[in-house]
């Protein structure tokens, strides 16, 4: 684990150099500040930051993740040629790339919040907002890491990686909106639970919007989402399926890392 904290401290020291981490970490900072300051309305203004975290961060954190690889391959070659377990070289980059990508989102939201406290609502709101960028971060640098492990070609593995953020950012829910006008007439609304936890975009998104109290407007179906992910069962389950995003594609990642051939 000391080779796993030491290439955790280079990459995580690397990436923060990096003009692109100071400019993600500002761009929610403004869009923060900006959106909850000039709305007018929290409601709102936390609905379009929402949307901001769950559509660019997945791109981001997708993005950064493949290029930093593909672009330090002369790295992750140096560090195979020495005495140490490959699972922890992986391990040790993938931290530090996931853990810059959190921070730089949760210090921006953080900074944009601290300066409109006074328009502030609710702080619950914004905490769960912040940990769903955080969560984000951390599922999609995973998947992207897995995929730059698994395709040695750049092009494609970026490629495939942009697929991926595509389906499920918004291909995945124009399929669920088609199956829920399909069979409007069947009681569809324990599927709805189970198709929402295969998607960590859309767990996100509902976790947000439950907070702000409009399942109300969200009919028979809202009271349903409600009563699951309201419950302790529910918030267990849920925070097990994000962890199993996270976690499966890093296991998934050093099971074909050691057996590719570098």
């Not at 391959?73 to 490959?86: A, G, W």
């Not at 810059?100 to 328009?119: C, K």
């Not at 992207?144 to 593995?157: C, E, P, T, Y």
Request: net charge positive; charged share 10%.
């Amino acid at each position: 684990m000391k080779a796993t904290l030491n290439i955790f401290k280079f990459v995580f020291i690397d990436n923060l150099k990096s003009i692109w981490a100071v400019t993600y970490m500002l761009f929610f900072a403004l869009s923060s500040f900006g959106l909850i300051y000039f709305t007018g309305s929290f409601t709102r203004s936390v609905v379009s930051l929402m949307n901001i975290v769950i559509l660019i961060v997945p791109l981001v954190s997708t993005m950064m993740t493949t290029m930093y690889y593909y672009n330090k391959t002369d790295f992750l070659h140096l560090l195979l040629s020495q005495p140490v377990k490959r699972s922890h070289a992986f391990l040790g980059i993938y931290l530090g790339i996931a853990v810059t990508h959190s921070l730089a989102v949760l210090v921006g939201l953080l900074i944009g919040i601290v300066f409109t406290l006074d328009q502030t609502q609710s702080i619950s709101v914004l905490i769960s907002l912040i940990i769903c960028g955080v969560a984000l971060s951390l599922v999609f640098s995973s998947i992207a890491f897995f995929l730059s492990v698994a395709i040695s070609d750049k092009l494609r593995g970026i490629g495939m990686a942009l697929i991926i953020w595509l389906l499920m950012a918004v291909v995945y829910d124009g399929l669920m909106l088609l199956y829920f006008v399909v069979f409007a007439e069947y009681p569809i609304e324990e599927h709805a639970i189970v198709l929402s936890m295969l998607n960590p975009i859309d767990m996100g998104r509902i976790f947000i919007m439950l907070k702000l109290d409009v399942a109300s407007l969200m009919g028979y179906s809202g009271a349903v989402f409600s009563k699951f992910f309201g419950s302790t069962t529910g918030m267990l389950i849920s925070a097990a399926t994000i962890i199993s995003w996270i976690v499966l594609p890093l296991l998934a990642m050093v099971w074909k890392g050691d057996r590719r051939d570098f």
